[in-house]
């Protein structure tokens, strides 16, 4: 095993690598593709997942952890790489070491401090990490938000780690995006780039441009992108032990069930249409569970004239790595999003990022005007297309009336499915007839609804908002139920009553003797003609039979 520096006050029982204490380290695919703008002697700071740490260049990398456990695991994982440094301590041991050219914090700086050390507040602490940058040195700083959608949603149980994280009470600590970028700024460094990080500070699936967040014209994408059950569907949040030990310096995934990954607390409303929500209402950025900046220290403080025009990247004109305006991560792998030189945006692989609105936010909108017939245009074209099994959600309109896929198809009547039920949980269900939405929809989308229609699965509740949304409807529905099951019986009954009253009338009725005299001169009457049908069959042989033979049978008699 490789030598572990100890710069005092190290905690000799102590792991943040293991998740036994709290959430575990930073972690993500998207993280570790942010990670191509650091250069030369590079120095990490807090708990990272060692896959993180082997994106850097390791001919001077230093690692910095306050637990001896940690530090061990990582020493035997670089043994074999003489440029990488492995310290134990607290970060005030930092002061009057030779300047940095890249810092990294990607975790921010409530997990920095010992309790063998000084408590440094987050002013102290960034102050201290600056003081370690040389001129021109970029620092890539996390900074979780304490009113982020995660905490919004849910709150995290108390950890181990938490016991001297001052957090929203800390004066020293900037509040918002805005602030922490004066923050920065008023600290001599030039902002190179921000990225909003969702859904968890911990391990991020989508790291968002702040400008590309800001597009008008990206509502529907940036909304699709969110509301991927890949970013927010059945995600743990931060305060999850959504990473554990393996024993072996590395670690393993968290306890999944039959829909994925399973949230360690219960969510208060669904995270993914809240997002779409922020998105829509442009407070995406403010809203991101947390954020994550690159800037560059300036030669001199004072000098901030300077800075470059928004949307410049002060990595470009030293290592050539420009960072992506978007890192999405769906099935373990990275797409990213870049700037287009001659306007928009565009992926990696050249294809422009549509712009528009998805199709749910066009059939909501169209079934809050009534207008009947723009909705059965939606549900045709979408499912007549070849994004008949992609999601709603998941399906941006161009202006110029094109149709962009975001996601992996799907049978057809799950899409229609999820709509239906999207739809109920935004209190649209009072909008539609009563009766099964999702065959409706299936029906005005010119498919045939049957089984597959009414018993597919569609997306469960995200939250408890959502389930007692369900809840309040279902009582409504059951309500009308049972006053539309009253008036049935109270009409049966009243009929049945009347049916009662006019069989005793006429009980009455046959019994008097006006009815009786009646019912005699009918018996009579049947009598005398049942008496006339019989004399009338018996003469009717006579009268009607053949005289010939007879007359010659008498003349003979009278001759003879």
Request: aromatic residues 4%; glycine residues 12%.
């Amino acid at each position: 095993m490789s030598e572990v520096h100890l710069l005092g006050g190290e905690m000799l029982g102590w792991s943040d690598l293991d998740g036994a204490h709290g959430p575990g380290p930073v972690r993500g695919p998207g993280l570790a593709a942010l990670l191509s703008v650091a250069s030369g002697r590079t120095l990490v700071v807090g708990p990272h997942d060692p896959r993180l740490l082997d994106a850097l260049p390791s001919a001077d990398l230093t690692v910095l952890v306050r637990g001896l456990p940690d530090a061990e695991a990582l020493a035997d994982r670089y043994a074999d790489r003489s440029g990488v440094r492995v310290c134990c301590g607290g970060p005030e041991k930092l002061a009057g070491t030779p300047p940095y050219e890249t810092v990294v914090a990607l975790d921010g700086l409530d997990r920095l401090g010992s309790v063998e050390g000084a408590q440094l507040s987050w002013g102290e602490t960034f102050d201290l990490l600056v003081s370690v940058l040389r001129p021109g040195g970029r620092l890539l700083l996390g900074a979780e938000n304490p009113l982020g959608l995660h905490r919004l949603l849910t709150s995290p149980p108390s950890a181990d780690s938490d016991w001297a994280a001052l957090g929203e009470y800390d004066d020293t600590r900037p509040a918002g995006p805005a602030r922490l970028r004066a923050r920065l700024t008023a600290s001599g460094l030039r902002i190179g780039d921000a990225w909003a990080v969702f859904p968890s500070p911990v391990a991020p699936a989508a790291l968002v441009n702040t400008e590309l967040l800001a597009d008008p014209d990206l509502t529907g994408f940036l909304q699709a992108v969110l509301g991927d059950r890949a970013v927010f569907g059945n995600q743990a949040v931060s305060g999850d032990r959504a990473v554990l030990g393996d024993g072996e310096g590395g670690t393993r995934g968290p306890d999944t069930g039959r829909d994925g990954s399973v949230p360690a607390t219960p969510l208060l409303a669904d995270p993914a249409r809240l997002a779409g929500s922020a998105v829509r209402n442009g407070i995406a950025v403010e809203l991101a569970p947390a954020w994550v900046l690159l800037g560059e220290r300036l030669p001199d403080p004072l000098i901030l004239a300077d800075q470059p025009a928004a949307g410049t990247h002060p990595g470009a004109d030293r290592t050539g790595a420009v960072p992506a305006a978007a890192l999405l991560v769906r099935d373990g792998r990275l797409r990213e999003v870049g700037r287009d030189p001659v306007g928009g945006w565009r992926f990696a692989d050249g294809e422009a990022v549509p712009s528009g609105r998805t199709v749910e936010d066009l059939v909501v909108a169209a079934t809050l005007r009534r207008d009947l017939p723009a909705v059965r245009a939606l549900l045709t074209t979408w499912q007549s297309g070849a994004e008949a099994g992609m999601p709603a959600d998941a399906v941006v309109v161009t202006p110029a009336g094109t149709w962009h896929g975001l996601a992996e198809p799907t049978e057809p009547m799950l899409a229609l499915r999820r709509l239906a039920s999207r739809l109920i949980d935004a209190g649209l269900a009072d909008l539609w007839p009563a009766g099964e939405l999702a065959a409706m929809l299936t029906t005005m989308s010119g498919r045939e609804p049957g089984t597959s229609a009414d018993h597919v699965a569609g997306a469960a509740a995200g939250g408890w908002r959502e389930l007692l949304s369900d809840r309040d409807r279902l009582a409504r529905e059951l309500s009308e139920a049972r006053a539309l099951q009253d008036w049935y019986e109270r009409t049966l009954t009243e009929r049945d009553d009347e049916l009662k009253r006019l069989r005793r009338i006429v009980s009455l009725l046959h019994g008097t003797p006006t009815a009786r005299a009646g019912r005699l001169l009918l018996a009579g009457a049947r009598t005398a003609r049942r008496t006339a049908r019989s004399a009338v069959r018996r003469l009717r042989p006579t009268t009607d039979g053949p005289t010939e033979g007879c007359g010659g049978q008498g003349e003979g008699r009278r001759e003879s």
